[in-house]
């Protein structure tokens, strides 16, 4: 109600000095057709790609070849049928979702409570517990891959889904860790002193309470080690042999040999980006949310 | 609530296993970086330094080290420029900014390594991006087959990709500046320019360290783009620590080098995230 009110008085305040301010209103809009059209620009530069790939995937091997390349063709889905049908790239593509699932689940158990200890308690070395832990996203991954490299071939873990889910845990508990422990931080202790007020233990406060609030970002932040660990490729390129090859280091084999697959290429490329942008639809705010949580106030 | 002294210990217990666990193949490799270990060689046989005088008196070693820092600076810069401008731009436009931002943010959701395939595959001597250039009346460039125009290509790749990340966090940093502070210093007669120098930026700090931080560290250790590009070439015009490590270490067998190389790229590593982590850190509390 107010604000049409105050529209409108600024509407009629705006006939008095029509000139001068017809003159801003016209400089405003144009600066802000200039800012939409650097952003339109940036927008094809990031999508073009993308879209070059997708129409790659669905071109005959003559079609792909041929220059200057062509922007109209007859499509065919015969690059995906390949690439879905054969095991060059399903066995790797099932080995990622083992592995990543994997490594997924040991981070949630070895994660959530690191998380809470570090939110909620106070205590001796706090803060260099929680600064190791992040450190190791910090480290560059063959400093502990190289080494793992023959350790593993010793014990057996080398070329093994679970010496990959081991070692993934680099790439998936810090960040887990540390945007759990922001989520947590900023929910307020009073509400799970209620429940202990109403008689109910620690346990019984995180379950009922705690871990309701925190589930959306929990949520979010697997799904960001989802895709961390998805796309992870230093560590099966080093650790992973024929039996456990992923997705990233198999959509290589393409490229490998002396003539490159172009077709199937594309079309691997095209399903190894769908869990990415699947995961973009759902969580974009919170992953935000978890890396900024301290810095940004109001 | 009361508690046992005992417990948040407790509750760390699995993550400090880990963490204990990790220090075996840490304090390994590092016991290799001072030896001349390599693999089919037998047991490393210490040389107290050499690898790591090799790093810093070579023209490998220095030049991977140069080209570490240049990337890493270059592609910050870039990106930071890009993305807090790509940011200001969305918040600018308003509502029509949110399917901006949807489409901006896709390349940060692909694997790197696809993402650096997809322009290996645009960027060969008969690619689309060529053919482009020749459309507009400009020579065919040679791109990452070329000595000089390879680091830029492998540049241009990370900026493709990891500019949304900047743009993402800076929007959300650029959110707690509130909008009369920047109406006032405009009345006051201060341009746009001085306006972001002086309003903007300084409310931007926060989260500017942490982009800095994330972005500074992983173009430190950079490693999926360039060598599912180049493999480090032609010869060794993209070969920075991280990579000269891998080629060091899995292709030659020469842990003790590569090691060596390794623990010099954490330490770059490990300092600027202590010191930019920290100053957050204290930030977010006080």
């Known amino acids: 109600m107010s604000s049409t009110v105050v529209d409108s008085a600024a509407r009629t305040q705006g006939v008095h000095v029509a000139s001068g301010s017809s003159r801003r209103e016209r400089s405003k809009r144009l600066r802000r057709a200039a800012a939409v059209a650097v952003l339109t620009i940036w927008t094809v530069f990031a999508l073009a790609p993308i879209v070059w790939i997708l129409m790659m995937s669905l071109k005959t091997p003559g079609d792909i070849v041929v220059y200057p390349p062509k922007f109209f063709f007859s499509p065919t889905l015969d690059n995906y049928v390949k690439v879905l049908s054969g095991s060059a790239f399903m066995t790797p593509f099932v080995n990622s979702l083992i592995v990543t699932l994997g490594s997924l689940v040991l981070t949630l158990l070895i994660g959530l409570p690191t998380a809470y200890a570090l939110a909620r308690f106070k205590f001796r070395g706090r803060e260099n517990i929680a600064f190791s832990i992040l450190s190791l996203r910090f480290a560059p991954e063959l400093l502990i891959i190289l080494p793992l490299y023959l350790i593993f071939q010793k014990i057996g873990l080398y070329d093994n889904y679970l010496g990959l889910i081991l070692a993934y845990q680099l790439v998936t508990l810090p960040m887990l860790v540390w945007m759990l422990r922001s989520f947590i931080e900023d929910l307020p202790i009073e509400l799970e002193e209620a429940v202990a007020m109403d008689g109910g233990n620690r346990w019984t406060a995180f379950r009922h309470v705690l871990f309701r609030l925190i589930a959306p970002g929990l949520g979010a932040s697997l799904m960001l080690s989802f895709i961390w660990a998805w796309n992870s490729y230093t560590l099966p390129l080093v650790l992973s042999g024929k039996n456990t090859q992923v997705i990233t280091t198999g959509i290589q084999q393409y490229i490998a040999y002396q003539s490159i697959d172009w077709g199937p290429m594309a079309a691997a490329t095209v399903v190894s980006m769908v869990p990415g942008i699947l995961f973009a639809l759902f969580s974009l705010r919170w992953i935000v949310g978890g890396l900024t949580a301290g810095t940004v106030k109001g | ?286």
């Not at chain 2, 009346?137 to 070329?146: C, E, P």
């Not at chain 2, 509130?178 to 109406?183: C, D, G, I, T």
């Not at chain 2, 030659?252 to 790229?265: H, K, Q, S």
């Open chain 2, 1 to 286: 609530m009361k508690h046992k002294p005992s417990l948040p210990y407790l509750l760390l217990l699995p993550a400090l296993a880990l963490l204990v666990a990790i220090l075996y193949p840490f304090l390994t490799g590092a016991w290799w970086s001072f030896t001349s270990y390599r693999l089919n060689r037998g047991a490393p046989v210490p040389n107290w330094g050499e690898n790591f005088l090799n790093l810093f008196s070579s023209g490998e070693g220095l030049h991977a080290i140069g080209i570490t820092l240049g990337y890493a600076v270059v592609v910050v810069v870039l990106e930071c420029v890009f993305g807090i401008g790509l940011a200001m731009l969305l918040n600018y436009v308003g509502r029509i900014g949110n399917s901006f931002r949807l489409l901006i943010v896709l390349p940060l959701l692909l694997p790197p390594v696809v993402a650096a395939l997809m322009w290996k595959v645009m960027l060969t001597e008969n690619g689309v991006v060529n053919w482009l250039l020749e459309a507009v009346g400009s020579q065919k460039l040679l791109w990452l087959n070329g000595p000089d125009s390879a680091l830029w290509s492998v540049v241009l790749i990370d900026v493709w990709i990891f500019t949304p990340f900047v743009v993402l966090l800076a929007q959300a940093g650029l959110k707690s500046v509130p909008k009369e502070l920047s109406e006032a210093a405009a009345m006051d007669g201060a341009g746009p320019v001085r306006n972001f120098v002086s309003v903007t930026l300084p409310m931007l700090m926060p989260v500017l360290v942490v982009i800095v931080t994330f972005r500074g560290i992983d173009s430190l250790k950079m490693f999926d783009i360039i060598y599912t590009t180049t493999k480090g070439g032609p010869v060794d015009a993209t070969t920075n620590l991280h990579v000269m490590a891998y080629l060091d270490g899995i292709r030659n067998l020469n842990f003790g080098a590569a090691m060596a190389a390794l623990i010099v790229l954490w330490l770059l590593c490990y300092l600027i995230s202590f010191f930019l982590l920290k100053a957050r850190r204290k930030e977010a509390f006080s």
